[in-house]
């Protein structure tokens, strides 16, 4: 999917850009991130499920697709992103089920459909 390499590479050169001209608030944001996700008492995974959910009521295109990827790096399967999904729909009603198609879009690019 195009939409989806197209996303992935502007998050890339963002994040290059940003570094490259030493930005300490989004250094403090991947600091930030590096904790909010680390292991604890709930796992990568779960949070990263969280995070899945998240981005469908907020409608973040970009982070549904960072989150599913890592989600699935982190060992979820297709059925556990697929409720956070869900759970996404039903904490932002009906226009999450718009947000979602994107997410399925993601979820098949991820499990190979």
Known sequence: MD???DLAQK???AHSRLMSMDSQVYKAFLNM???AFGDG???KKEKELIAVGIS???NCESCMQWHIEKAVEAGA???EVLEAVEVGIEMGGGPATVSARFALDVMASVFGE
């Open 3 to 5: 939409k989806l390499k």
């Open 11 to 13: 998050r890339k050169q």
């Open 56 to 58: 469908v009521v907020i």
């Open 41 to 43: 008492a709930l796992k």
């Open 77 to 79: 399967s297709k059925q």
């Open 33 to 35: 991130e590096k904790a």
